[in-house]
């Protein structure tokens, strides 16, 4: 299953002290259903800011943001919440897998947050580690993981509930170029085989290149790559 | 297997126990949720035994006091008909005994050595109000305490005096009537209590004048007698003062309602400094997990449930505390009346060891306030919780 994105005037600014960032000055961006989407560009050009805003973890402050067909801005703070669960994956340059729940309970987390049987979820959480050769890593808990490892179950957890719409934030920039090409790899597989949409946030023009499609943000709108 | 992930629970709770588990890993938040919990058990055991002991003084003090003052007193206006007022109130339902009285000031004289003491005149048999004489006929009746001081046999002649004058050839002489010891009554060990010593109406009346005369009414129990107070002034003579145990006690029991509520409020902060360590607590634990607080709202956890979740881990902290608190202080007050561990000396109070009363109702009071306290402490961090802002906690 997957969703179309459509950003359209997308524009944020930030307030910090006294200085005005126009971070986004009207960004316009559509991804079709099942597409990856890579965005590049330097660092502080609002890449990550324009990731938040189609996660539904910020709102615009003008433009309208439309997932499968929902406009995010419509949505009441808890229906938002309801609609990260159900319709997005996140995966983080950083892992945020939460230090007290093992690596299975990591994966099963989304599932226990959308009040799914708790039998099905953990079927599918196990399915979803073996996939990514975890197998044996199960009751590991974060902190006995590789880096490579950790961000592995974090592409996991992201997939459990199959969202039609999977962001990624850097997710091998904290990776030492080895395990990073790996994890990529398992990503561009996974989401491949699920079909599902994806948005990727990088700096990494090798990865960008491995994407659909590639957008550079600059000046706070989107270009072709 | 992730058990906890599998339970039924809600997902708030599943990440509070999770939470508290965790703490035990984390040097500085475990020591800080254990001097919190500990805090609070230790202050739950010493509001409850505090509580109980002044229960227990409280119980052991009313059925002393109260063994000797009558249930309830009618004091009569001057020149009543004493006879007519006592069979009115017999006819009064619920009364079980009424008893004419007549007291008054004066002196127990014997070889030499003088006694005052309150003179109550009674007519028929003993009244309650004088334990270990009640029943018996009626005579001169003096305190077992007195007796012993003084080494009185039953049928020793004793003079009693009155500072009401008698006119004589001689001049203005006190009264004097010489009546033989009857019995002895026990008498009661708190310093408050005048000596008294029974004697038959007619005599006390000569001492002391008939002016002023006392009806003794005793009814079913103590409660009973309260409810009886009201119905009696209807049946008496314009002018008649009815006063029951509680107004004949009533500095006493005050004092002795005072100096629980005191000590409640004293003992008490004790939980509330366990409950700022509990705020410091749970605000050190949702610090160390900013980022995954931050995360969960990622991956669509409501503030309602993240909220939750810190003030179910700030009830279970409180909670175990609680609940420690609770068995150590009923325990402990159990074993200290059960073996008499406290001795005190018994010359000086009217017991021999401190007793100990844990009351339900003290006991209840005590948690519920201990666990609202705990919960109004963990409010406040779990609110600082629900509010973050997911991308704002995620940065490192």
């Not at chain 1, 560009?41 to 067909?69: E, N, Q, V, Y």
């Not at chain 2, 004697?199 to 009806?215: C, F, I, K, Q, T």
């Not at chain 2, 339900?360 to 779990?382: E, I, M, N, P, R």
């Amino acid at each position: 299953m997957s969703v179309a994105v459509a950003a359209a005037g997308v524009h944020k600014t930030y307030v910090d002290g006294v200085r005005r960032v126009e971070v986004l000055r009207g960004v316009d961006l559509e991804v079709a259903p099942g597409e990856l989407v890579a965005v590049v560009g330097p660092s502080g050009s609002g890449k990550s800011t324009l990731l938040h805003l189609l996660g539904a973890l910020d709102r615009p402050d003008a433009g309208a943001i439309a997932i499968g067909g929902t406009a995010l801005t419509e949505l009441s703070p808890r229906r938002l919440a309801h609609f990260r669960n159900r319709t997005i994956g996140f995966v983080f340059q950083f892992h945020q897998l939460l230090a007290d729940f093992d690596a299975l309970e990591n994966v099963m987390l989304p599932g226990r947050i959308a009040r799914r049987d708790p039998r099905q979820v953990l079927a599918r959480a196990r399915a979803l580690l073996e996939e990514v050769g975890l197998a044996d890593r199960l009751d590991h808990f974060p902190s006995q993981l590789s880096g490579g490892e950790r961000q592995r179950v974090a592409i996991c957890r992201a997939l459990a509930l199959e969202p039609p719409l999977l962001l990624a934030d850097e997710p091998t920039g904290n990776l030492d170029p080895e395990s990073g090409a790996q994890v990529f790899d398992l990503f561009l597989e996974l989401q491949e085989r699920h079909q599902t949409t994806g948005v990727l946030v990088t700096h990494n023009p090798a990865i960008a290149a491995r994407c659909a499609r590639a957008l550079r943000l600059e000046g706070g709108v989107l270009q072709p790559g | 297997m992730p058990r906890l992930l599998l339970s039924p629970l809600p997902f708030a709770a599943v990440l509070a126990l999770r939470y508290l588990k965790s703490t035990r890993k984390d040097a500085f938040a475990s020591f800080l949720s254990a001097v919190a919990a500990g805090g609070i058990a230790l202050g739950v055991a010493a509001l409850i035994l505090s509580l109980a002991v002044i229960s227990g003084f409280q119980d052991a003090l009313r059925s002393e006091i109260l063994g000797r003052t009558p249930q309830l007193e009618v004091e009569l206006p001057p020149g009543a008909d004493a006879a007519a007022a006592r069979r009115a109130v017999l006819a009064v339902p619920g009364v079980r005994a009424a008893q004419v009285q007549a007291r008054g000031g004066g002196w127990v004289v014997a070889e030499g050595k003088v006694q005052p003491v309150e003179l109550v005149g009674i007519e028929g048999t003993v009244p309650r109000s004088f334990p270990g004489a009640a029943g018996r006929p009626e005579g001169l009746y003096v305190p077992r305490g007195l007796a012993e001081r003084w080494a009185l046999r039953r049928g020793q002649l004793l003079r009693l005096a009155s500072p009401r004058p008698t006119l004589t050839p001689f001049g203005p002489q006190p009264r004097v009537r010489t009546l033989p010891v009857a019995g002895f009554y026990e008498s009661g060990r708190t310093q408050q209590e005048r000596e008294r010593v029974a004697l038959p109406l007619r005599a006390a009346e000569s001492l002391v004048g008939g002016g002023s005369r006392l009806l003794e009414v005793t009814a079913g129990g103590l409660d009973e007698a309260l409810t009886l107070a009201a119905r009696l002034p209807a049946v008496l003579p314009p002018g008649a003062e009815v006063r029951t145990w509680q107004d004949l006690n009533r500095p006493l029991l005050f004092a002795l309602r005072l100096e629980k509520a005191v000590l409640f409020v004293a003992v008490f902060l004790i939980v509330l400094v366990a409950a700022l360590a509990l705020v410091a607590d749970l605000a050190l634990v949702t610090s160390s997990k900013r980022p995954e607080i931050g995360m969960l709202g990622a991956m669509g956890a409501t503030a309602g449930e993240v909220g939750g979740a810190f003030l179910l881990l700030g009830a279970l902290v409180g909670g175990l505390g609680t609940a420690a608190g609770a068995v150590l202080g009923v325990a402990g007050a159990w074993v200290l009346d059960r073996y008499e561990l406290l001795p005190v000396p018994g010359r000086v109070y009217f017991l021999d060891y401190v007793p100990f009363l844990v009351r339900w109702q003290d006991l209840v009071v005590v948690l519920a306030l201990t666990l609202f306290l705990a919960l109004v402490s963990s409010y406040y961090t779990a609110r600082r919780a629900a509010a973050m802002d997911p991308i704002e906690a995620m940065r490192r």
